[in-house]
């Protein structure tokens, strides 16, 4: 059994803007083993997205080395990406991935099914998550707070064994990000997922093993001292 979820070294990936290039990550290198929980921090526009995104298959480097699970990236088909997806890795995006048509009991049962689960705890993860009376409603009829747990509940419902979350606490109020943050890291070290989370929320970030900063396109050891 292979420990190591991600071997990334000497990513590099820009954007072009017409003439204009610019470089977002450069030399990028990190390892995450399973039970491992990492947080990234960074300013707007240090390119955490963009590293998410090379790490779910949706966006491809440039260049350098990635291993997920420990098959490299340029082995990966699409086709292979989108089952890592569905089965293995799950992301939470910023702005929530919920289905719109559907009610958040049925986007968790959804999301289970895409990963090939018969059955589900979707009913215990919103109860766990505080959001069991959202069950019968659309995303449209949540606040974003909700909608950011609900997502949570998916992302767990896929039993993934990877986790990578775009500022999973973004839209939830102080108080409920303090009850959230506690249940989310339940549920990772539990199964022990491996998970990588950008966060801006300190709380998140002091309960995760490593804390990297994302800055000129590569991370690095936060040094809190530095910092503050
Ligand atoms: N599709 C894109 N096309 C051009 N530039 C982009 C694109 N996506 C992001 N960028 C630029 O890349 C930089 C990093 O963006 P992003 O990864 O979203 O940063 P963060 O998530 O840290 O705020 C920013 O300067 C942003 O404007
Ligand atoms: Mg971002």
Not at 77 to 103: C, H, K, M, S
Not at 189 to 212: F, K
Request: charged share 20%; proline share 4%; aromatic share 4%.
């Amino acid at each position: 059994m292979n420990d190591v979820l991600i071997q990334a070294r000497d990513l590099n990936r820009s954007y072009h803007n017409g003439r204009e290039q610019i470089s977002v990550l450069r030399g990028l290198s990190l390892e995450l083993r399973r039970g491992e929980a990492v947080a990234v921090i960074g300013p707007s526009g240090s390119g955490k997205s963009t590293l998410l995104n090379l790490l779910n298959g949706l966006l491809p480097p440039d260049s350098g080395e990635l291993r997920i699970f420990g098959r490299a990236h340029s082995e990966l088909t699409d086709n292979d990406w989108a089952e890592l997806r569905r089965t293995r890795i799950a992301t939470l995006f910023q702005d929530g991935n919920l289905i719109p048509t559907l009610t958040v009991s049925r986007n968790v049962a959804f999301r289970a099914g895409l990963a090939g689960l018969q059955q589900h705890n979707g009913e215990a993860l919103l109860q766990h998550l505080g959001i069991a009376d959202t069950a019968h409603r659309y995303p449209d009829q949540l606040s974003g707070g909700q909608r950011q747990r609900a997502a949570l509940a998916c992302a767990f419902a896929m039993q993934p064994e990877l986790i990578l979350a775009d500022e999973p606490t973004g839209s939830l109020d102080y108080a409920t990000a303090q009850r959230v943050a506690p249940l989310f890291f339940d549920a990772i070290r539990e199964r022990a997922l491996g998970a990588l989370i950008v966060t801006h929320n300190p709380e998140l970030a002091q309960r995760c093993d490593r804390i990297l900063e994302l800055r000129e396109g590569a991370l690095r050891p936060w040094d809190s001292a530095q910092s503050s």
